[in-house]
């Protein structure tokens, strides 16, 4: 097996830690609900601030300025820096509503228990479902391109994404398991699209792309 190949693997680890997190915040979803609320946070700019990583045209917005950036051409757009960081919220924001499709978890509203929507009910409606968080999925998904395109600011980017998920939960609009699943999901969805495209990028020259195969 050659060393491309072998870096691009998802890890063994990575499937542990995900597994063991997604059980451990199953266990903590009812302590989480009760005592992890914070009234009104997205009245104040800092709740608003975070919340917005989960916006789409944020990171569109983010992905157009790299390109410019990058002066990269129109048939290059898809494969650039600025490509993959819309892809990364993109593709994060999509998987999120066809896993709620498939999971059909509702969300925990004023009881705070699980409640699951029958297939027979509203079968291609993502309304009220919630796991995973769609807002936290698309920040997950772009922080998880973010980190390894900048591996140095990568606490940046991850600490802005569990921020946008750990409002939700504070906000009453999540279990703290959706939040965790958004997260591994979203590392996956980094971690797939840079297989596809962000290991060329490492020898386009960008010295902070050097050695930017990390978590």
């Excluded at 796991?131 to 698309?138: D, G």
Aim: net charge positive; hydrophobic share 50%; aromatic share 10%.
């Amino acid at each position: 097996m050659n060393e491309t190949a072998a870096a691009s693997r998802i890890p063994v680890r990575f499937w542990i830690v995900a597994l063991v997190s997604i059980v451990l915040a199953h266990l903590l979803d009812g302590l989480a609900f009760r005592h992890f609320r914070i009234d009104d946070i997205y009245g104040e700019d800092f709740g608003r601030m975070l919340r917005v990583m989960g916006f789409v045209p944020l990171w569109i917005a983010v992905g157009a300025a790299l390109m410019l950036h990058d002066r990269t051409p129109w048939r290059g757009m898809l494969r650039s820096r600025g490509g993959l960081v819309i892809a990364g919220s993109i593709v994060g924001g999509i998987a999120a509503e066809l896993i709620k499709l498939v999971v059909r978890r509702r969300r925990p509203y004023e009881l705070g228990e699980y409640v699951f929507r029958p297939f027979t009910d509203r079968p291609l409606s993502t309304g009220g479902l919630g796991m995973p968080s769609s807002h936290a999925l698309v920040a997950f998904g772009a922080a998880a391109v973010l980190s390894r395109m900048f591996p140095r600011a990568r606490i940046v980017w991850w600490g802005l994404a569990w921020g946008c998920g750990l409002t939700r939960v504070a906000d009453g609009a999540h279990f703290l398991s959706d939040v965790v699943a958004a997260a591994v999901v979203g590392w996956l969805v980094g971690a797939l699209l840079w297989r596809w495209q962000g290991q060329s990028l490492r020898g386009s020259g960008a010295p902070e792309l050097q050695g930017s195969g990390a978590v």
